[in-house]
């Protein structure tokens, strides 16, 4: 039989009530065996997360200040979902060795990881299920880069005829023996491990939403959820902004086949998103629109050149890009014309070079004119389909025209999966309302 490894986040597990759902979730399915926990999250907007918490009590004690009063916040978190539960345990050993340890050796990691730690502690009790150390599975090389294939080994021998675990997301150790954890959000990247340590055939990531939405929803009203995704395509939209998930994450399950399936622990009746690699039969999905998800990110500068003959004059473009490359650079897009050349990088990460690098510019290929436009926002429209699909481009740019929206740059890379195009940052949540009409409304 096949297995599912569950990954559920902080809103997941932030209460008793939510540890029920999560339980429940579990006792349905018989292939849901290996669970990964974050540590509790917020119960109402404005609380505060446990590993926030944990973070503070550290730098606390890192400053020599006394931390009892915000440990016991922590405290009582866990003992309230305890004894709502009405479980038969006590945290108390393990509360006062993490605070021996603050006092003597102020880790961040160390401190963070304890709300994974402790949290999957209780889970394990509740659902009666094997608590498995992440400390002693997931291992990180002494610079904290994750050693792969040391952990799915040790993955591998410590479950080893285990029927069922409860493992901590987000921290592991490093091989001289110190915790160390991933960035923030990282028990996304515990769950995919381990879905690929113990060979799942789907990797579910429970959270508080019932999966990715083709558009902000801040922008969009009530979007309509994204029912298959390829990586690929999640990729493009992750870059512009769009997540719900670590970005390191996606690899671990990538290369063994895995699906990921995000999933709402408040509303388990729905379906989710599914990413799928390319090979996915994707005649079971039943929502098929041409294309699958716009984002949409502000904060761009293009710096536009001018040059009568430039086509006439070969390596321009490679002396302009290492003008970029010279002052730490990157940029986004390039779009050209026989005389003209426009590139958008990021503003936030220009104004700090501006003044040298167009002053470089200059020297380097004597421009008849150079100018910059800032307040520039690009927007992706991601799509497998549209490759096969005749007109898409018109339809983006009709819903453009509609609303009277100049499009300053466009982009179409050899991939076919995304049209990229740039507006001025004022009409970039229109740009989404018309492409999500002219997409998702008139194809319904
Ligand atoms: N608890 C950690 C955080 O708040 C890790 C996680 O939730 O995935 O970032």
Redesign the pocket.
């Known amino acids: 039989m096949g297995y599912k490894v569950v990954k559920f986040?902080?809103s997941s597990l932030a209460d008793a009530n939510q540890f029920r759902k999560v339980s429940n979730i579990i006792k349905s399915d018989d292939k849901r065996r290996f669970v990964v926990p974050?540590?509790p999250?917020k119960r109402f907007s404005d609380d505060i997360?446990?590993?926030?918490m944990l973070y503070k009590c550290c730098e606390l004690a890192g400053s020599g200040v006394d931390f009892t009063d915000d440990f016991q916040m922590i405290k009582d978190r866990y003992n309230g979902i305890i004894s709502e539960l009405g479980i038969d345990m006590s945290l108390e050993d393990e509360f006062n060795a993490i605070v021996k340890e603050l006092k003597a050796r102020p880790s961040r990691d160390f401190a963070?990881s304890r709300?994974?730690y402790l949290n999957g502690k209780v889970l394990a009790k509740f659902l009666g299920f094997n608590f498995v150390d992440a400390a002693d599975v997931i291992i990180f090389d002494t610079k904290g880069t994750l050693l792969l294939d040391e952990t799915v080994k040790a993955v591998r021998e410590k479950v080893k005829g285990l029927e069922n675990a409860v493992i901590p997301?987000?921290y592991g150790r490093t091989t001289e023996g110190y915790i160390k954890?991933?960035?923030?959000?990282?028990?996304?990247?515990?769950g995919s491990i381990i879905a690929n340590a113990v060979r799942a055939e789907i990797y579910e990531n429970w959270t508080d939403v019932s999966g990715f939405l083709v558009a902000d929803p801040r922008i969009v009203d009530k979007p309509d959820v994204i029912s298959v995704i390829t990586y690929r395509e999640l990729r493009e939209l992750a870059y512009m902004g769009a997540s719900v998930l670590?970005e390191d994450a996606i690899f671990p399950v990538r290369s063994a086949g895995i699906p990921i399936n995000i999933r709402n622990t408040n509303a388990p009746q729905d379906d989710g998103t599914m990413i799928v690699s390319n090979d996915y039969d994707f005649s079971q999905e039943s929502m098929a629109h041409t294309i699958t998800g716009i984002a949409g990110k502000k904060g761009f500068s293009t710096i536009n050149i001018e040059k009568a003959m430039m086509n006439n004059e070969t390596g321009f473009g490679m002396k302009v890009l290492k003008v970029l490359a010279d002052n730490g650079l990157s940029f986004e897009h390039m779009p050209s014309g026989i005389d003209t050349m426009s590139i958008t990088l990021n503003t936030e990460k220009f104004t700090p070079v501006r003044d040298k690098v167009l002053a470089e510019l200059r020297k380097a290929v004597n421009p008849d004119h150079i100018e910059v436009e800032d307040g520039i926002a690009i927007l992706a429209v991601v799509g497998r389909r549209m490759k096969n699909t005749r007109g898409t481009v018109a339809r983006i740019f009709a819903s453009m025209a509609h609303a009277r929206i100049n499009v300053k740059l466009i982009d179409q890379g050899s991939s076919e999966l995304n049209v990229i195009i740039g507006v001025s940052e004022h009409d970039l949540p229109e740009a989404i309302r018309r492409i999500y009409d002219m997409f998702i409304n008139s194809e319904k």
Do not use: L, N
């Open positions: 986040g902080g974050s540590a999250g997360k446990v590993t926030d963070a709300g994974e997301g987000f954890t991933f960035s923030r959000g990282g028990s996304d990247v515990t670590h």
